[in-house]
């Protein structure tokens, strides 16, 4: 927290926040399962262009195409 209070947490904007781990993560467990390189070619490429184009970020479109059918949901 360092130091701030917050008397309101939005639920939705921590699940945003964490889409990107929780991906991630499932990716890394299926590249230990498969034992295949390219699934961590793969991801490493996702990471990569993540970095170097944050505004096309491939995690945010995810996330942005899940949310839009949800009704009230915010972009």
């Not at 399962?33 to 699934?39: A, G």
Request: no cysteine; net charge positive; hydrophobic share 50%.
């Amino acid at each position: 927290m360092q130091g701030f209070t917050t008397p309101y947490i939005a639920e939705e904007l921590y699940s945003a926040l964490m889409l990107q781990p929780r991906i991630v993560g499932v990716i890394v467990a299926l590249g230990i399962i498969v034992q295949s390189p390219l699934v961590f070619l793969i991801l490493s490429s996702l990471l990569l262009w993540s970095a170097v184009v944050p505004t096309r970020n491939p995690f945010d479109g995810i996330y942005n195409y899940a949310s839009h059918g949800r009704a009230g949901s915010r972009r």
